[in-house]
């Protein structure tokens, strides 16, 4: 059995990601939230396409997982092992995971810099990240795993595990600086992106990829302090960039695509 995994998911991009993935595919989908999962639950099965509204409660599992505790992520992925892999076939394997925890802390200069802020940037843009790439990729297929083709995906079967990234994580395209915490947290999510690839290609060959991604600017709470500031046609709705990231993780060719950060046109992101 192969399925989907959206982590978080109670909101932003994430919620959009987890309703636009059971509106296309037919992957059973776990996706994650810290607390109220009734509530989250319902958001996500809302406004679903009438055709797959029937299925979707059946292929909708929602897990509670705080990013910022190992022992969580840990019991993420127990319940996975239990559910999907320990009564399945040796060919049971993650398909495609959206991992993108996020906050930001926009300090324009380094006098704004304050510690704890830059603690929790720190730990959920990076830490989190680094511990789901440990507690994920033994989900995630081997040389040997067979991969079936599935309607909606990549044609060519592979396992896509996708982080999370933005432009402002480019060293060679940092031209204004400052946001100095999450600028430094997604430079290293992308070095953690390539590392990951290097193990998976060795583990996995062309079964199994990482990669980063860069929605552009979203219509979600971590950006609203800039709202006014972007173009109206580079402030994107959640639901335009769920579809369009789905659509460039469809599109990437595993050997020159891997291991590299994409924005939303499908365009590769300098390191």
Not at 54 to 66: H, R, Y
Not at 89 to 118: N, W
Not at 240 to 246: D, H, I, V
């Amino acid at each position: 059995m192969a399925f989907a995994l959206v982590t978080p998911a109670s909101q932003g991009i994430g919620l959009a990601l987890t309703r636009h993935l059971l509106a296309t595919l037919s992957l059973p989908v776990i996706a994650t939230a810290r607390h109220d999962l009734p509530s989250v639950r319902n958001r996500i099965l809302s406004h679903l396409p009438s055709d797959r509204a029937p299925n979707a409660p059946s292929l909708l599992d929602l897990v509670e997982c705080d990013l910022e505790s190992e022992a969580s992520i840990a019991s993420l992925a127990s319940h996975i092992k239990s559910k999907y892999i320990s009564s399945n076939s040796k060919d049971a394997h993650l398909r495609l995971g959206f991992c993108i925890p996020g906050v930001l802390f926009p300090e324009r200069s380094p006098d704004k810099i304050d510690y704890d802020s830059a603690l929790h940037t720190l730990r959920l843009n990076l830490l989190a990240p680094l511990l789901l790439a440990k507690h994920l990729t033994p989900f995630l297929p081997r040389k040997s795993t067979n991969l079936d083709v599935i309607e909606g995906l990549n044609p060519h079967p592979t396992s896509v595990l996708a982080f999370m990234s933005a432009r402002v994580g480019s060293i060679s395209d940092n031209r204004a600086g400052g946001w100095y915490s999450y600028r430094s947290s997604k430079a290293g999510l992308n070095q953690l992106v390539k590392t990951l690839d290097i193990h998976l290609k060795t583990r996995a060959g062309d079964k199994a990829i990482c990669v980063g991604l860069h929605p552009g600017t979203v219509r979600t709470e971590l950006s609203r302090e800039f709202w006014e500031t972007v173009p109206k046609d580079k402030l994107f709705e959640k639901d335009f960039s769920a579809e369009r990231l789905l659509e460039v993780v469809k599109g990437i060719k595993v050997e020159a695509g891997r291991g590299k950060c994409w924005d939303w046109k499908g365009e590769e992101v300098m390191p």
